[in-house]
């Protein structure tokens, strides 16, 4: 089968439900990372000798290969009923995504003109104020080019997750591996790329759209 006929040939309610499914996991997973990635940033800047090592520790699970951290998390799952499926894939997702979110938060506040974070004092803001009126802001644009870079690198790793029945358009790439159908594995890997590069336009026009009129070039 060529590609063409493979493309022609699908069953585009099942890839529709694939592809939700897909932006379903990944969309969980990086969010839960931003609510955990963010305040660990800034906790960072607060107390900066937690930079070193919570950077450190989430540059470690970054490095285990999708596979080995699934493989890891099905034992400590299957204790609840939850070995196989989503459970397992978001966890990875959210670990894997930790540290651009975080490293980026904590660059990002660190990075904030001094004077303006004097100004801010001057008037007598307390640093909770400083913080969600001044610097977060201003952070805004550099916290989402990590999350940016955790969505379109999780996109991907989300694809291998079908391997333990998270679902998504992994499946269509399994289905084709099974039956050596090399079209239909060129057609799940283009529908994945088409995938991970609308997710970063999406979000790099979310992150000009944030941007502060003072800092767009």
Do not use: C
Not at 62 to 72: D, E, N
């Amino acid at each position: 089968m060529s590609f063409l006929s493979a493309f022609s040939h699908l069953d585009w309610a099942q890839v529709i439900h694939l592809t939700w499914q897909h932006i379903t996991l990944v969309g969980v997973a990086v969010s839960l990372a931003i609510l955990v990635g963010v305040p660990l940033g800034v906790l960072m800047t607060r107390f900066p000798a937690l930079a070193g090592p919570l950077q450190a520790s989430a540059t470690v699970l970054l490095t285990v290969p999708s596979i080995a951290l699934f493989g890891l998390l099905l034992p400590f799952y299957s204790k609840f009923g939850q070995g196989l499926g989503p459970l397992p894939a978001i966890t990875a997702v959210f670990l894997y995504s930790l540290l651009p979110i975080m490293r980026n938060t904590y660059l990002a506040l660190t990075g904030v003109d001094a004077g303006i974070r004097e100004a801010a004092k001057g008037i007598g803001m307390t640093f909770g104020q400083r913080l969600r009126m001044v610097e977060l802001p201003i952070a805004v644009p550099v916290i989402l080019a990590g999350v940016r870079t955790a969505v379109v690198m999780n996109i991907g790793v989300m694809t291998i997750a079908a391997t333990i029945g998270a679902g998504g358009l992994g499946v269509l790439i399994l289905a084709s591996i099974s039956r050596s159908d090399m079209s239909m594995l060129i057609v799940g890997a283009v529908l994945v790329s088409i995938l991970a590069i609308f997710a970063d336009l999406l979000l790099q026009w979310l992150q000009r759209s944030l941007t502060p009129k003072g800092l767009l070039k």
